[in-house]
Each structure stands twice: as C-alpha cells, then as structure tokens.
C-alpha cells in the first residue's frame, strides 16, 4: 500500500481495487440484460456459464485456500467437501447438513491431521 | 403493442406495492440458510480485517460496497500483504466475473415493460452467490409487480445480517482461535457447494456444476490468466451443448 498508506489512502485503494473492478461486472450484466426475456434460450447459457464460474470458486477456495484455512492440510479439505456431500445427498438434499457436516470434517481433520 | 394488453393483467395478480415486496424479500432472509452462512462468512472477514491492520468503519464500507466474499478476501489479504492498488484490482476483477452471468440470469425475471434501467441498479448491487441462489428458488413464486423489491429486501436482509457480522468479527478477531477462523473461512466454499448442488435440477445445471469443480483449479493451475471466466465459458458451453445435443434426440 506503500503510495496509498494512510487512511484516507485506504479508502481509495478499496474504491479503486475493490469496488470498481468488482462493480462494473454488475454494470455490464445490467447492459447485457436488456432486451432478453426470461424464456430466452440465450439464458440457459448463460446460467451454465454462471454455474460452472460459482464452481471453479467453490474449487480455487478449497485447494488454494484463503489465510489459516491453508493451514488445515489439503486432503483434509477436500475429504470434508466430500463428506458435506454425502450429507446433502443423504439427508434430503439439506444444505445445512451438508454445510454442517462439511465443517465437522474440517474441524475432525484439522485436529487429527492438522 | 404486439401483446395485448389482456394478457399481462391476467397473469399477474393486483399490483403489490413496493413495501409488501421488500417486507416479503425482507422476511425470507430469516427462514434462509445463506443468513447462518453469511454472518459465519462475513464473521471471518471482519477478523481478517482486523488482522491486516484495517479500520472498523473500512471493514463495514467494503461489504457495502464491494458485497462479494471472495473479493472482499482478496481485497482484504492482498492490500493487506502490501499488494499494488494494480494488481489487487485485477485479482479481484477476476473473481467478480462470476457475477456478469449473474445478474443476466436474474434481472429479465425483473422486468417489465416499463421498467427503467435505473431501478436495476440496486437489484444488480445486491446480486451476490447467496442472493442469486435465493433470488432465482423464490422469484417464481412471487408476483412480476414487485419482484425488483423483493430483490431489494432480500438483499437488504442479508446486507443487515453480513454487517453485523462483519463487526462481530472485528472485535471477535483478538480472541478468535486458529481453527475457528479456518472453520469461518471454510463456510462459503462449502454453503457455495450445497446451494449450488440444490439449485442444480437440470441436467446443464448440474454437468455445469461439475465440469466447472474439476476445471476451475485446473485452468488456475496452468496459471492461464482470466482462469475463472475460461473454465466457466468453456465448462458452461459443454454443458450446454450436451442439453441441446439431448433436447435434439429426444
């Protein structure tokens, strides 16, 4: 942050590397909306395009993980992703037991593993 | 006019007003799994914040403006880690592409004819995973008049909610254990995955879903740039171009 330190410099770094470069997506999807209906093929497409994006998050999020989630190794992670899984598919497709269990795993694994 | 003016009346009930729709998006915050999954999510950000040296009041204007988890953990982690205004800007620019076919997806389930630009605005502001994934599960059961305020109650709920939170976890950072956080930073991967699994009924939904978990990782380990947007395009197309290749045969 070094030609941006100070206060005030922290609040010009989050308007112009946080909010600008995220906000103009939502400017764009607002421009591109126009004139398409719901019932429009273009938007199968583009929801798949949404969903495979929201996919590779959920991925990068796991395998590179953010700050002391990195700490928790690996496989137990991904192993925890798959035991959220198998809860949501098992308990009537809930998301909370799958979060739920997921987070158990996390916890069960960082403590045995970690 | 090439629709008559008949039809559009007989198919939505009595105009609502704006106040019962964001009453009615308001309210469905509070039955939702994403409010649990956004003030753990948003607890782990606001003691990220802290970590990194930044104020309170800078924590609270960057989940009102910025309003994306993972951006915000980069923004956070990277400005933190004496990243240049440049290349945190890009990094986050690429991780808010996922919200372009978004807030496509959503907003013609908005319009109406008369509807002006402007008043999407804040719909497309609020649009994020969790009220996305909301958004389109409700949205079809809620009268055309007043699902722009019911956009905006939903996303004014979970606003209130991420905020609180982000608080919570400012002061809650000092005293926050190690596996605590991680478990916090663990929530949105996970909550992303099972509301994403839910959401997914058809076939493109779903092949979309798994293309896009193999592929997203992949793409970012060639270290090709733009990896969120190419995995996306590329595994969304295949999965699109096998629901047309069935639609066809069937």
């Known amino acids: 942050m070094s030609a941006f330190s100070g206060e005030w410099g922290a609040y010009l770094a989050l308007i112009l590397a946080g909010f600008l470069p995220n906000e103009i997506w939502r400017w764009l999807g607002v421009i591109f909306a126009r004139g398409l209906d719901e019932g429009s093929e273009v938007l199968v497409w583009v929801r798949a395009v949404a969903t495979a994006i929201l996919a590779g998050v959920i991925a990068k999020l796991t395998i590179f993980a953010p700050g002391v989630l990195a700490t928790v190794p690996t496989p137990a992670r991904l192993a925890a992703v798959g035991i959220g899984f198998l809860a949501f598919a098992l308990i009537r497709r809930s998301v909370f037991a799958g979060v739920l269990a997921g987070e158990a795993a996390l916890v069960v694994g960082a403590l045995v593993f970690g | ?250």
């Not at chain 2, 193999?214 to 970012?220: E, K, S």
Request: with cysteine.
């Open chain 2, 1 to 250: 006019m090439p629709v008559p003016p008949a039809t559009p009346a007989a198919n939505d009930p009595p105009p609502l007003s704006a106040v019962g729709g964001f009453i009615a998006g308001f309210s469905a915050t509070w039955t939702s799994v994403f409010s649990y999954v956004l003030f753990g999510t948003y607890t782990g950000i606001g003691a990220l914040a802290h970590d990194f040296g930044f104020s309170l009041p800078w924590a609270v204007l960057s989940t009102i403006l910025v309003w994306a988890g993972p951006a915000q953990v980069i923004l956070i982690s990277a400005l933190g880690a004496g990243g240049s205004i440049v290349e945190v800007a890009l990094a986050v620019g690429l991780s808010g592409v996922r919200l372009l076919p978004m807030v496509v997806s959503l907003l013609p389930m908005l319009k109406r004819p008369e509807t002006r630009a402007w008043q999407l605005v804040m719909p497309a502001h609020f649009t994020a995973v969790s009220m996305w994934v909301e958004a389109l599960r409700l949205l079809p059961h809620e009268p055309r008049g007043h699902r722009i305020a019911f956009c905006n109650g939903l996303g004014t709920g979970y606003g209130i909610c991420a905020l609180a939170a982000t608080v919570l976890g400012f002061y809650l950072a000092a005293r926050l254990p190690p596996l605590m956080s991680a478990t916090l930073l663990f929530l949105t991967p996970l909550a992303f995955f099972m509301s994403a699994l839910r959401n997914s009924r058809m076939l493109v939904d779903r092949l979309a879903l798994a293309i896009g978990l193999v592929l997203g990782p992949l793409v970012a380990y060639w270290h090709v740039g733009l990896d969120l947007m190419w995995s996306g395009i590329v595994g969304g197309t295949f999965a699109y171009a096998v629901h047309r290749v069935r639609e066809v045969l069937r």
